[in-house]
């Protein structure tokens, strides 16, 4: 056998000498295989570099659930949810858990809710907002107009993936800009942008940057004055990916939802409060007749006729499989109960954060469960948000700093999503290790204040 080598394109593991000892090439599917066990190890050592799921409080995705629930997901691993004849039951449960959200989401008891689970809400935000291109473009046909400049309305508030549906699916973007101010769209800001060309306005219920929630019901009402004056009949999609499992249950009276008329769609990921692993996200449509049909595809060659809307063919069932068993284990007294405890760590944090007396809190957690902070001193420089993040990084935490987007990016914000594992104590932590923090970022600033001037040239001793 070979001896060890080690370069920086190969991984040669000490340890595995034990079982073998050759070098692994890194960037090439080695020659030969290795025992199992060793992989194993292998995989597992690499990702001890990763930060620890619990502590990053920059992803709003869930990253614990029961033993049960984790049971259930390793019996169906080897289940590709778009065998739909083969899996008929799975099949199933797929259309119950739409329906489920549907109603969660107060469809009228008329309509049909259908839609799709998807990868996550990008995907879901893609395939709402191409029903909505579809649908413009065949009230514009039976108008015997033009159909070629769709738009989209939205605030720069909203997640990356709605530039990316308009970019991939060719739509103009009109983004109605933040003001320092104020961080969510305006009713103004729609009533500015909208046109007989506008496919749709997107509506942020919880957004990335503050966990904010756009006046719906208020654009709602401009989009039904538009309506009565110009004759445009332009739907909402509400983007709940964060929001959508939580407002139902801290907010219940906040009509945001399909008790809005306008609307149309919406999409929530359920790997977010959905208290589902990734990756799974919903597109819900009020009734059947708001996804046109041509969208659907009838596919035969697996067997059977199965009718399919997305981007994706075969993928994993075990996240909607979980999200039925979360369905069916918590009701909706126990999503009420969880995200009533989220809440109230969430405030917890809040006010421990507040009575260090540095920080503003942008956003409102009573909407959801984020804490975005700001210097409350203008006079403080803006990176100190940025070395914060670094130094709680040494502790394990992972809270990300970042700018507003236009207008309002000269404010930059550290931000700490709250999720079921953060616990009374774990907030409790993280509040001394932010005041830690904060004291280090301040130590370090008074020894590297540059010396007072004297008036010797610079460089000579
Ligand atoms: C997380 C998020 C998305 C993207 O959702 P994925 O499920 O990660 O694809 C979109 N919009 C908002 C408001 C989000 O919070």
């Given at each position: 056998?070979?001896?060890?080598?080690?370069?920086?394109?190969?991984?040669?593991?000490?340890?595995?000498?034990?079982?073998?000892?050759?070098?692994?090439?890194?960037?090439?599917?080695?020659?030969?295989?290795?025992?199992?066990?060793?992989?194993?190890?292998?995989?597992?050592?690499?990702?001890?570099?990763?930060?620890?799921?619990?502590?990053?409080?920059?992803?709003?995705?869930?990253?614990?659930?029961?033993?049960?629930?984790?049971?259930?997901?390793?019996?169906?691993?080897?289940?590709?949810?778009?065998?739909?004849?083969?899996?008929?039951?799975?099949?199933?449960?797929?259309?119950?858990?739409?329906?489920?959200?549907?109603?969660?989401?107060?469809?009228?008891?008329?309509?049909?809710?259908?839609?799709?689970?998807?990868?996550?809400?990008?995907?879901?935000?893609?395939?709402?907002?191409?029903?909505?291109?579809?649908?413009?473009?065949?009230?514009?046909?039976?108008?015997?107009?033009?159909?070629?400049?769709?738009?989209?309305?939205?605030?720069?508030?909203?997640?990356?993936?709605?530039?990316?549906?308009?970019?991939?699916?060719?739509?103009?973007?009109?983004?109605?800009?933040?003001?320092?101010?104020?961080?969510?769209?305006?009713p103004?800001?729609?009533?500015?942008?909208?046109?007989?060309?506008?496919?749709?306005?997107?509506c942020?219920?919880?957004?990335?940057?503050?966990?904010?929630?756009d006046p719906i019901g208020a654009i709602a009402a401009?989009?039904?004055?538009?309506?009565?004056?110009?004759?445009?009949?332009?739907?909402?999609?509400?983007?709940?990916?964060?929001?959508?499992?939580?407002?139902?249950?801290?907010?219940?009276?906040l009509a945001w939802?399909?008790r809005l008329?306008r609307v149309?769609?919406?999409?929530?990921?359920?790997?977010?409060?959905?208290?589902?692993?990734?990756?799974?996200?919903?597109?819900?449509?009020?009734?059947?007749?708001?996804?046109?049909?041509?969208?659907?595809?009838?596919?035969?060659?697996?067997?059977?006729?199965?009718?399919?809307?997305?981007?994706?063919?075969?993928?994993?069932?075990?996240?909607?499989?979980?999200?039925?068993?979360?369905?069916?284990?918590?009701?909706?007294?126990?999503?009420?109960?969880?995200?009533?405890?989220?809440?109230?760590?969430?405030?917890?944090?809040?006010?421990?954060?507040?009575?260090?007396?540095?920080?503003?809190?942008?956003?409102?957690?009573?909407?959801?469960?984020?804490?975005?902070?700001?210097?409350?001193?203008?006079?403080?420089?803006?990176?100190?948000?940025?070395?914060?993040?670094?130094?709680?990084?040494?502790?394990?935490?992972?809270?990300?700093?970042?700018?507003?987007?236009?207008?309002?990016?000269?404010?930059?914000?550290?931000?700490?999503?709250?999720?079921?594992?953060?616990?009374?104590?774990?907030?409790?932590?993280?509040?001394?290790?932010?005041?830690?923090?904060?004291?280090?970022?301040?130590?370090?600033?008074?020894?590297?204040?540059?010396?007072?001037?004297?008036?010797?040239?610079?460089?000579?001793?």
């Amino acid at each position: 056998m070979k001896p060890i080598r080690q370069t920086d394109a190969e991984l040669a593991p000490t340890y595995a000498s034990r079982d073998f000892a050759r070098s692994i090439p890194r960037d090439r599917v080695p020659h030969e295989g290795m025992p199992a066990d060793v992989a194993a190890r292998l995989v597992r050592d690499e990702l001890l570099l990763d930060g620890n799921p619990a502590l990053n409080l920059a992803s709003f995705v869930t990253t614990w659930m029961e033993p049960e629930a984790d049971r259930l997901a390793m019996e169906v691993l080897n289940k590709n949810l778009i065998d739909q004849d083969e899996y008929p039951q799975t099949d199933e449960i797929h259309r119950r858990v739409v329906s489920m959200i549907g109603r969660l989401f107060h469809a009228p008891d008329d309509a049909t809710p259908v839609g799709t689970c998807t990868v996550g809400s990008s995907e879901a935000i893609m395939l709402g907002l191409l029903a909505h291109k579809w649908a413009w473009r065949k009230r514009r046909a039976a108008q015997g107009l033009p159909a070629d400049r769709p738009n989209v309305v939205f605030g720069a508030d909203v997640h990356t993936c709605w530039e990316k549906f308009t970019r991939y699916f060719d739509v103009e973007a009109r983004v109605a800009p933040l003001s320092p101010d104020c961080h969510v769209l305006t009713p103004e800001g729609v009533a500015e942008r909208v046109d007989e060309n506008t496919i749709a306005v997107g509506c942020v219920l919880g957004t990335t940057f503050t966990g904010q929630i756009d006046p719906i019901g208020a654009i709602a009402a401009l989009l039904d004055r538009v309506r009565q004056r110009q004759g445009w009949d332009i739907p909402i999609h509400v983007d709940a990916a964060s929001g959508g499992f939580v407002v139902p249950f801290a907010d219940p009276d906040l009509a945001w939802d399909f008790r809005l008329e306008r609307v149309r769609s919406i999409n929530v990921s359920n790997h977010k409060f959905g208290l589902v692993y990734p990756g799974i996200g919903t597109v819900v449509f009020r009734d059947a007749s708001d996804l046109p049909e041509e969208l659907v595809f009838k596919i035969s060659y697996l067997g059977g006729e199965m009718s399919n809307y997305s981007l994706n063919f075969s993928r994993a069932s075990a996240p909607v499989l979980l999200q039925y068993y979360n369905f069916l284990r918590l009701g909706m007294s126990g999503y009420a109960r969880i995200v009533g405890n989220i809440m109230d760590n969430a405030q917890y944090l809040q006010e421990r954060i507040d009575a260090l007396g540095r920080f503003r809190h942008l956003g409102d957690t009573r909407a959801i469960p984020v804490v975005a902070l700001t210097l409350a001193d203008p006079s403080e420089p803006p990176e100190t948000l940025d070395l914060l993040s670094e130094t709680l990084r040494e502790r394990g935490w992972i809270v990300p700093a970042y700018p507003l987007p236009a207008n309002a990016q000269e404010i930059r914000v550290l931000r700490a999503v709250v999720r079921e594992n953060f616990s009374r104590d774990l907030a409790e932590l993280f509040a001394r290790d932010l005041e830690a923090a904060l004291a280090k970022v301040d130590r370090l600033r008074t020894v590297h204040r540059p010396p007072v001037s004297d008036d010797r040239p610079h460089g000579v001793c």
